[in-house]
C-alpha cells in the first residue's frame, strides 16, 4: 500500500512532522485502499500560522473578487463531478447517484456564497444626531477552523468553506479521517479556481489535531459536525477559549404518518428517508410514528415490502438504492442495535442483518433494510443514534401523542409528518421542538439560502449553518458612528449621548 493522502497547505501536498497513519478503507470489500497522514500539535501551529499570513491579503481583495474565485471553483467542480463522485463513494460506500448529491448539496451553498458583494453589505442611518451618520460593517473574523464528518465529505465541508472565504476568511479544514481524499481534491480545486495558497489548508488527524486547533490563540472560529458527545466537547473546549463556536451533532428524527395520509406516498418517503445511504445521514428518518393501530398495521405492511426489496449494491453503482456501511465499526454498531432491539423485545419485522453482499462485494459492510415495530420510548433502539439502515416504528393513539414521543427524544434535528390536513401540519409545525420541520416531505434540508442546524442535543451555539446565519457566523460587525461636518463645535459634554 504506497498511496498516502497528506495534508495540503499553501497549495500543496504538505507532509508535516508527523508519521503517524490511519487506514482509508474501500467500504465494498473491507481491505484498505489507501493511507491517511495524521498530523501533530506542532503541524497544526505551522499550519495555522500559514493560513494567518494568507488571510490579511485575502481579507483585503475586495467581496466581488473574491466571490469570482467562487464562481470559477463552481465551473471545475461541474465539470469534474463524475471524477469527484466516483472518488467519495469510493471511500464513503453511498451510491454514485447519491455521491452526486452530496457534491451538488455543497456546490449549492457555495452558489449562496457567490452572494457576498451584497450579503456583506452594512447598515446606514444618515442624520441620527445632529451631522451624526451612523453605519456598520461586517468584517472577517481571521483564521476559522472546520472540523467534518465522515459521512457528507463534500456536502459539509463546502458548507463551512464557502460562507467563510467568501467573508475574507482562511479556513483549516480538518476533514474525517476516513474518506479524506475528496476535501483535499475540493481544496486544490480551490486553488486551480485562483483562490491564493495558504486560504485554504487541509490537516488530516484525529483528536490530537481537534484538540490543538481548539485551544490555539490564533483560531477564531470553530464549525464543528459530528456526533453529539464530540460537538459538546469542542463546543466547550472552543468556546473556553475564546472562540465562536457552532457545532451540529447527532439525530433521531421521527416521521409521523396521521390516518388521513396518502400512505404508498409516506412509506416511499419512508423507504428513501430511513435506509437510504445506508442511514448514514444526519437527516436520515429513524423513527415513524402512525396514529392509530389501523394506519400502523397499513403503514408497517408497505414497509415491510419496500424493505424486502431493496437492492444493496457496490458504492460505484448507479441503481443500487444502498451501498455498503462505512466501516468495520458501524457495521457491528448497527448489528449489536439491531440484536439490543430484539432482546429488548420489539418486533424485527425485517432483519437487513440477512442480506449478503452483492457481487464483487466480499468482505464489504453490506447490510440490508432493518424495519421494527412495536418500538417503546424506553428501549436502546429509539433512544440511542444507531446511523445505520434501521427503522423503528413507535405507534400513538393520537396526534397528541405521537407530538409527545417527537418531543421528548434528547436530539432536535429534523422531523417530518405526513397528512392531508393543514390545521394539524400547522399545528405541528408550531409545536414541535425541532430545527427543521417537513411537512409531507421526509428529509427535510434546507436549501442553501436558508439556514441547517438542529435543536437541543443536535446542535450547540447560536447560528445555523449556511444561509444568512453563516455571513453572520464568519464576520465581526463594526459600527462607525461619525460627524460631519467637522466644524461643528459645541464644546466638552461630560454626558452620556443621547437622541433626546
Ligand atoms: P464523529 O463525531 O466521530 O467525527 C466528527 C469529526 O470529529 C471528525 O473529523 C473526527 O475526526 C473528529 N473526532 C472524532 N473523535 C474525536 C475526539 N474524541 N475528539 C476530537 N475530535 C474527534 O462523527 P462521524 O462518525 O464522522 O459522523 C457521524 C455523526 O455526525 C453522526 O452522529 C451524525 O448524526 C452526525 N452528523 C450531524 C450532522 C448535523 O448537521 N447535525 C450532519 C452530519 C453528520
Avoid at 58 to 63: Q, T
Avoid at 96 to 108: C, F, S
Avoid at 177 to 186: A, G, L, N
Avoid at 388 to 412: C, I, K, Q, T
Wanted: a negative charge.
Amino acid at each position: 500500500m504506497s498511496e498516502i493522502v497528506e495534508h495540503f497547505v499553501s497549495g500543496k501536498p504538505w507532509t508535516g512532522s508527523s508519521e503517524r497513519l490511519s487506514d482509508v478503507y474501500d467500504p465494498n470489500r473491507g481491505t484498505v485502499q489507501r493511507r491517511v497522514r495524521l498530523g501533530m500539535p506542532s503541524d497544526v501551529d505551522e499550519v495555522v500560522e500559514v493560513s494567518a499570513a494568507a488571510q490579511r491579503e485575502w481579507a483585503a481583495w475586495n467581496p466581488q473578487r473574491r466571490a469570482r474565485v467562487l464562481m470559477r471553483f463552481l465551473t471545475l467542480a461541474n465539470e469534474q463531478m463524475d471524477e469527484l463522485a466516483a472518488l467519495l463513494s469510493s471511500e464513503h460506500g453511498k451510491t454514485l447517484p447519491d455521491a452526486r448529491g452530496d457534491i451538488q448539496r455543497g456546490l449549492e451553498v457555495i452558489e449562496f456564497a457567490t452572494g457576498a458583494p451584497h450579503l456583506l453589505k452594512g447598515e446606514y442611518s444618515t442624520d441620527a444626531g445632529p451631522g451624526v451618520d451612523v453605519y456598520s460593517m461586517r468584517q472577517p473574523l481571521g483564521v476559522v477552523a472546520a472540523i467534518t464528518p465522515f459521512n457528507f465529505p463534500a456536502m459539509i465541508p463546502l458548507w463551512k468553506i464557502g460562507p467563510a472565504l467568501a467573508c475574507g476568511n482562511a479556513v483549516v479544514l480538518k476533514p474525517s479521517e476516513r474518506d479524506p481524499s475528496v476535501p483535499v481534491r475540493i481544496a486544490e480545486m480551490f486553488v486551480e479556481a485562483g483562490l491564493p495558497p495558504g486560504v485554504l489548508n487541509v490537516v488530516h488527524g484525529d483528536k490530537e489535531v481537534v484538540d490543538a486547533l481548539l485551544v490555539h490563540p490564533d483560531i477564531a472560529a470553530v464549525g464543528f459536525v459530528g456526533s453529539t458527545p464530540i460537538a459538546e466537547h469542542v463546543y466547550s473546549t472552543a468556546t473556553a477559549h475564546g472562540k465562536r463556536a457552532q457545532c451540529f451533532g447527532g439525530a433521531k428524527n421521527h416521521l409521523l404518518v396521521l390516518p388521513d395520509a396518502d400512505m404508498d406516498q409516506a412509506a416511499d418517503a419512508l423507504t428513501g428517508a430511513a435506509w437510504g445511504s445506508a442511514g448514514q445521514r444526519c437527516m436520515a428518518i429513524s423513527v415513524a410514528v402512525p396514529v392509530g393501530e389501523q394506519t400502523a398495521d397499513l403503514l408497517v405492511a408497505k414497509l415491510a415490502e419496500r424493505a424486502r426489496n431493496l437492492t444493496v449494491g457496490r458504492s460505484d453503482s448507479e441503481t443500487a438504492d444502498l451501498g455498503p456501511l462505512v466501516g468495520a465499526d458501524a457495521d457491528e454498531r448497527v448489528r449489536r442495535a439491531i440484536q439490543a432491539g430484539v432482546d429488548e423485545g420489539a418486533e424485527l419485522v425485517v432483519d437487513g442483518r440477512e442480506v449478503g453482499a452483492p457481487e464483487g462485494g466480499d468482505g464489504g459492510w453490506f447490510m440490508g433494510g432493518s424495519l421494527f415495530d412495536r418500538v417503546t420510548t424506553v428501549m436502546s433502539l429509539y433512544r440511542d443514534e444507531i446511523f445505520g439502515p434501521v427503522l423503528s416504528v413507535v405507534r400513538a393513539a393520537n396526534y397528541d401523542e405521537a407530538l409527545r414521543v417527537a418531543n421528548g427524544h434528547r436530539y432536535g434535528n429534523g422531523v417530518a409528518i405526513f397528512t392531508r390536513d393543514g390545521d394539524a401540519a400547522r399545528d405541528f409545525a408550531s409545536k414541535v421542538e425541532t430545527g427543521m420541520v417537513g411537512v409531507n416531505v421526509p428529509i427535510p434540508v434546507p436549501i442553501a439560502y436558508h439556514t441547517f442546524g438542529g435543536w437541543k442535543a443536535s446542535g450547540f451555539g447560536d447560528l445555523n449553518q449556511h444561509g444568512p446565519d453563516s455571513f453572520k457566523f464568519y464576520t465581526r460587525t463594526k459600527t462607525v458612528t461619525s460627524r460631519w461636518p467637522s466644524g461643528i463645535k459645541d464644546g466638552a459634554s461630560f454626558v452620556i449621548p443621547t437622541m433626546s
